[in-house]
Protein backbone atom coordinates (compact mmCIF):
# COMPACT_ATOMS: atom_id res chain seq x y z
CA UNK A 1 0.00 0.00 0.00
CA UNK A 2 1.63 3.59 -0.78
CA UNK A 3 1.93 5.87 1.82
CA UNK A 4 0.04 9.17 1.65
CA UNK A 5 3.28 11.89 1.75
CA UNK A 6 3.16 14.52 4.02
CA UNK A 7 4.77 18.01 3.84
CA UNK A 8 5.33 18.63 7.39
CA UNK A 9 6.79 15.34 8.38
CA UNK A 10 9.91 14.36 7.98
CA UNK A 11 9.89 10.97 8.35
CA UNK A 12 7.79 7.53 9.18
CA UNK A 13 8.67 6.16 12.54
CA UNK A 14 6.20 3.11 12.38
CA UNK A 15 4.09 2.35 9.14
CA UNK A 16 0.56 1.47 9.19
CA UNK A 17 1.50 -2.20 8.78
CA UNK A 18 4.21 -2.09 11.75
CA UNK A 19 1.43 -0.42 14.12
CA UNK A 20 -1.13 -3.29 13.21
CA UNK A 21 1.29 -6.10 14.20
CA UNK A 22 2.51 -4.50 16.97
CA UNK A 23 -1.42 -4.07 18.14
CA UNK A 24 -2.19 -7.50 17.27
CA UNK A 25 0.51 -8.65 19.67
CA UNK A 26 -0.62 -6.34 22.03
CA UNK A 27 -4.40 -7.42 22.28
CA UNK A 28 -3.20 -11.04 22.48
CA UNK A 29 -1.07 -10.47 25.34
CA UNK A 30 -4.34 -8.65 26.92
CA UNK A 31 -6.98 -11.18 26.21
CA UNK A 32 -4.49 -13.81 27.62
CA UNK A 33 -3.49 -11.96 30.89
CA UNK A 34 -7.05 -10.71 31.48
CA UNK A 35 -8.85 -13.94 30.49
CA UNK A 36 -11.98 -14.75 33.13
CA UNK A 37 -11.87 -10.67 34.38
CA UNK A 38 -14.56 -8.00 34.07
CA UNK A 39 -12.46 -5.78 31.80
CA UNK A 40 -12.97 -1.91 31.27
CA UNK A 41 -11.00 0.03 28.38
CA UNK A 42 -10.78 3.17 29.44
CA UNK A 43 -9.44 5.50 26.65
CA UNK A 44 -8.02 8.64 27.61
CA UNK A 45 -9.21 10.87 25.14
CA UNK A 46 -8.58 12.55 22.47
CA UNK A 47 -5.01 10.69 21.36
CA UNK A 48 -5.38 6.91 22.14
CA UNK A 49 -9.12 6.54 19.89
CA UNK A 50 -7.67 5.53 17.00
CA UNK A 51 -5.10 2.94 18.69
CA UNK A 52 -8.01 2.12 21.35
CA UNK A 53 -10.54 1.07 17.87
CA UNK A 54 -7.73 -0.98 16.64
CA UNK A 55 -6.87 -2.31 19.89
CA UNK A 56 -10.56 -3.65 21.48
CA UNK A 57 -10.99 -5.36 18.11
CA UNK A 58 -7.89 -7.61 18.43
CA UNK A 59 -9.07 -8.25 21.79
CA UNK A 60 -11.05 -11.89 22.00
CA UNK A 61 -12.26 -11.49 25.70
CA UNK A 62 -15.49 -9.68 26.49
CA UNK A 63 -14.63 -5.77 27.46
CA UNK A 64 -16.67 -2.86 28.31
CA UNK A 65 -15.42 0.58 26.62
CA UNK A 66 -15.24 3.89 28.38
CA UNK A 67 -13.63 7.07 28.32
CA UNK A 68 -11.37 9.86 30.43
CA UNK A 69 -10.92 13.39 29.43
CA UNK A 70 -7.92 15.47 31.11
CA UNK A 71 -6.52 18.69 30.66
CA UNK A 72 -3.52 19.85 33.03
CA UNK A 73 -3.36 23.05 34.19
CA UNK A 74 0.10 24.50 35.20
CA UNK A 75 1.83 22.58 32.07
CA UNK A 76 5.10 23.97 32.91
CA UNK A 77 4.85 22.71 36.29
CA UNK A 78 6.83 20.12 37.95
CA UNK A 79 4.84 19.36 40.71
CA UNK A 80 2.17 16.66 40.58
CA UNK A 81 -1.28 17.33 41.54
CA UNK A 82 -1.99 19.56 38.32
CA UNK A 83 -4.58 17.52 36.35
CA UNK A 84 -8.14 18.24 35.99
CA UNK A 85 -10.93 15.45 34.39
CA UNK A 86 -12.68 17.23 32.37
CA UNK A 87 -14.63 13.70 31.49
CA UNK A 88 -14.78 10.95 34.14
CA UNK A 89 -15.97 7.93 32.82
CA UNK A 90 -19.65 6.95 32.53
CA UNK A 91 -20.14 3.45 33.41
CA UNK A 92 -19.43 1.47 36.74
CA UNK A 93 -15.70 0.77 37.50
CA UNK A 94 -15.69 -0.73 40.68
CA UNK A 95 -14.41 -4.03 41.50
CA UNK A 96 -13.62 -4.38 38.07
CA UNK A 97 -10.33 -4.67 36.36
CA UNK A 98 -9.43 -1.41 34.65
CA UNK A 99 -6.75 -0.58 31.49
CA UNK A 100 -6.36 2.94 30.80
CA UNK A 101 -5.27 3.15 27.22
CA UNK A 102 -2.88 6.20 26.16
CA UNK A 103 -1.66 7.09 23.04
CA UNK A 104 1.46 8.09 24.74
CA UNK A 105 3.66 8.60 27.96
CA UNK A 106 5.84 11.62 27.78
CA UNK A 107 6.59 13.36 31.18
CA UNK A 108 4.40 10.86 33.00
CA UNK A 109 1.64 13.56 34.48
CA UNK A 110 -0.83 12.30 32.94
CA UNK A 111 -1.00 8.65 33.80
CA UNK A 112 -0.03 9.23 37.04
CA UNK A 113 -2.47 11.65 38.22
CA UNK A 114 -5.15 9.44 36.06
CA UNK A 115 -4.10 5.99 37.87
CA UNK A 116 -4.40 7.78 41.11
CA UNK A 117 -7.62 9.09 40.69
CA UNK A 118 -9.09 5.38 38.73
CA UNK A 119 -7.61 3.50 42.28
CA UNK A 120 -9.91 6.11 44.19
CA UNK A 121 -12.78 4.47 42.78
CA UNK A 122 -12.41 1.14 44.50
CA UNK A 123 -11.54 -0.96 41.00
CA UNK A 124 -10.44 -4.78 41.32
CA UNK A 125 -6.86 -3.33 39.69
CA UNK A 126 -5.87 -0.64 37.22
CA UNK A 127 -3.46 -1.42 34.59
CA UNK A 128 -1.69 1.03 31.81
CA UNK A 129 -1.18 -0.04 28.01
CA UNK A 130 0.33 3.08 25.85
CA UNK A 131 1.30 2.74 22.13
CA UNK A 132 4.70 4.94 22.41
CA UNK A 133 6.61 5.43 25.43
CA UNK A 134 9.14 8.51 25.43
CA UNK A 135 11.11 7.68 28.35
CA UNK A 136 13.52 9.74 28.57
CA UNK A 137 11.34 12.86 29.07
CA UNK A 138 9.86 10.91 32.48
CA UNK A 139 9.96 13.77 35.42
CA UNK A 140 6.96 10.97 37.32
CA UNK A 141 7.85 7.28 38.14
CA UNK A 142 4.48 5.46 36.36
CA UNK A 143 4.58 1.79 35.28
CA UNK A 144 3.27 1.42 32.24
CA UNK A 145 2.58 -2.47 31.84
CA UNK A 146 2.34 -3.06 27.71
CA UNK A 147 4.15 -0.59 25.63
CA UNK A 148 3.54 -0.78 21.99
CA UNK A 149 6.72 1.32 20.83
CA UNK A 150 9.81 2.55 23.05
CA UNK A 151 10.35 6.20 21.06
CA UNK A 152 13.07 8.60 20.81
CA UNK A 153 13.23 12.27 22.07
CA UNK A 154 11.37 13.92 19.28
CA UNK A 155 7.56 14.95 18.86
CA UNK A 156 5.44 12.60 16.74
CA UNK A 157 1.84 12.70 15.08
CA UNK A 158 -0.48 10.46 13.69
CA UNK A 159 -2.54 7.58 14.13
CA UNK A 160 -4.51 9.43 17.04
CA UNK A 161 -1.81 11.74 17.82
CA UNK A 162 -2.33 15.35 17.02
CA UNK A 163 -0.09 19.16 17.19
CA UNK A 164 -2.54 21.29 17.40
CA UNK A 165 -5.32 19.21 16.72
CA UNK A 166 -3.62 18.60 13.12
CA UNK A 167 -2.89 15.02 12.00
CA UNK A 168 -4.37 12.76 13.76
CA UNK A 169 -5.82 11.00 10.84
CA UNK A 170 -2.24 10.03 9.42
CA UNK A 171 -2.35 6.09 9.09
CA UNK A 172 0.80 6.04 10.12
CA UNK A 173 3.23 7.78 12.99
CA UNK A 174 5.31 10.16 11.79
CA UNK A 175 8.17 12.96 13.58
CA UNK A 176 6.90 16.23 12.79
CA UNK A 177 9.35 18.91 11.10
CA UNK A 178 10.45 21.06 14.10
CA UNK A 179 10.09 24.03 11.89
CA UNK A 180 5.83 23.26 12.20
CA UNK A 181 5.60 23.90 15.84
CA UNK A 182 8.37 26.54 16.23
CA UNK A 183 6.57 28.95 13.84
P1 LIG B 1 2.61 13.41 29.86
O1 LIG B 1 1.69 13.80 30.98
O2 LIG B 1 3.76 14.39 29.73
O3 LIG B 1 3.08 12.00 29.93
O4 LIG B 1 1.79 13.72 28.57
C1 LIG B 1 1.22 12.80 27.76
C2 LIG B 1 0.41 13.54 26.73
O5 LIG B 1 1.20 14.56 26.08
C3 LIG B 1 -0.04 12.62 25.64
O6 LIG B 1 -1.28 12.02 25.93
C4 LIG B 1 -0.09 13.53 24.43
O7 LIG B 1 -1.35 14.16 24.37
C5 LIG B 1 0.96 14.59 24.69
N1 LIG B 1 2.23 14.30 23.97
C6 LIG B 1 3.43 14.05 24.51
N2 LIG B 1 4.36 13.85 23.56
C7 LIG B 1 3.73 13.95 22.38
C8 LIG B 1 4.15 13.82 21.00
O8 LIG B 1 5.31 13.53 20.66
N3 LIG B 1 3.18 14.00 20.06
C9 LIG B 1 1.89 14.29 20.37
N4 LIG B 1 1.45 14.42 21.63
C10 LIG B 1 2.36 14.26 22.63
Do not use: W
Not at 95 to 113: H, K, M, N, Y
Amino acid sequence: MSMPSYPDISRVLYTAQEIEDRVKELAHAISQDFSGQDVVLIGVLRGSFVFLADLCRQISIPVAIDFVACSSYGASSVSGGNLSITKDVSGVVQGRSLILVEDIVDTGLTLRELKLFMESKQPHSVHIISLLDKPSRRKMEVTVDYIGFTIPDEFVVGYGLDYDERFRHLPYIGVLKPEVYNK
